[in-house]
């Protein structure tokens, strides 16, 4: 997400759980960095992927449970691998947002992971997202909401020239 938003951090959250004593607001709010024009605030993910096992499902859950006390909204953009970080972040979740493509293998893997979440007792905070959704082409919403067993809350029109521009300038293309 820096990237997204052309932020250099200096300081991850790998840093941030190896500082010694307890993980509290103040240390917290030192690693934050904040994002001018569009008013995020972003812990910013490791640099390397091998620094991500520096953080412990416990360290995600105090984290999550700290920002979810300074911020009125909390978005943890995770991996769609199964780990027990991702499911210590899912527990603390009070929604969960999956974001899936018009297609039938992402739709293959939406059914899947649905069937490990109501497993998990979790299937009740999950809501629906189709991302690059065509008007002419794809999956339909119906078919994936009758596929899902599940409403699709909303959708994200395909708009791969504003994307892509939004991204080489690290300006949300909502702004």
Known sequence: IAALLNLLPRQ????????????????????LIYHLSSGIS??????????????????????????QQRFDY????????????LLA????????LMVLG??????????LALEVLQSLGLKDK???ILNRAFPDFGLRRKD???TLKIPIMAQIPFAGKVVVGSVNKGV????
Do not use: C, W
């Not at 972003?42 to 105090?62: G, K, M, N, S, W």
């Not at 972040?89 to 969960?96: H, P, Q, S």
């Open 126 to 128: 999950v809501r629906l």
């Open 144 to 146: 994936v909401e009758r």
């Open 12 to 31: 991850t959250i790998a840093q941030m759980v190896q500082e010694p004593g307890p993980l509290d607001g103040d240390l917290l709010q030192n690693y």
């Open 42 to 67: 972003l812990l910013p993910a490791p640099v390397r992927p091998e620094y991500a096992d520096l953080v412990t499902p416990q360290h995600i859950e105090q984290i999550l449970k700290l920002l």
């Open 102 to 111: 018009p297609d039938l293998l992402t739709l293959k893997e939406a059914k």
């Open 172 to 175: 949300p293309f909502m702004l």
């Open 89 to 96: 972040a899912l527990d603390v979740a009070k929604l969960i």
């Open 74 to 85: 909390v978005l943890a953009d995770t991996s769609s691998y199964l780990d027990e970080n």
